[in-house]
């Protein structure tokens, strides 16, 4: 199953963590760890590469971390509730293979 969490502070998203292999399918016909692993490193991309902003990200196998400053996080809030929107409609439709939680720091 993968895990996302998302790091939030003062109803803002700092970043978030997302681990696992969904185990929908082997492993490259697998359309859940696909869809998720393309929108949270679009998602990643995206706030280091076109928004310039400082992120800590830690990238493995099956791993993704991504935590930002409060300031960083209110200049990629669109990006990340985007990700949150995008993943928490998937764990809709896939509830045996994603789940999203939120976690107040």
């Given at each position: 199953m993968i895990t996302v969490t998302?790091?939030?502070?003062?109803n803002l998203i700092c970043g978030f963590n997302v681990s696992g292999h969904s185990g929908y399918a082997d492993e490259g016909s697998d359309i859940v760890c696909a869809?998720?692993?393309s929108a949270v490193l679009m998602t990643a991309n995206s706030i280091t590469e076109?928004?310039?902003l400082k992120a800590e990200v830690t990238c493995d196998d099956g791993l993704l971390?991504?935590?930002l400053s409060s300031d960083e996080a209110e200049k990629a809030a669109v990006i990340l509730n985007g990700l949150r929107l995008h993943l928490t409609?998937?764990?809709e439709q896939?509830?045996?293979y994603i789940?999203?939680?939120f976690s107040e720091v």
């Open positions: 998302f790091i939030c502070s003062d869809a998720v692993s076109i928004q310039h971390d991504l935590k409609a998937l764990s896939y509830k045996k789940i999203v939680k």
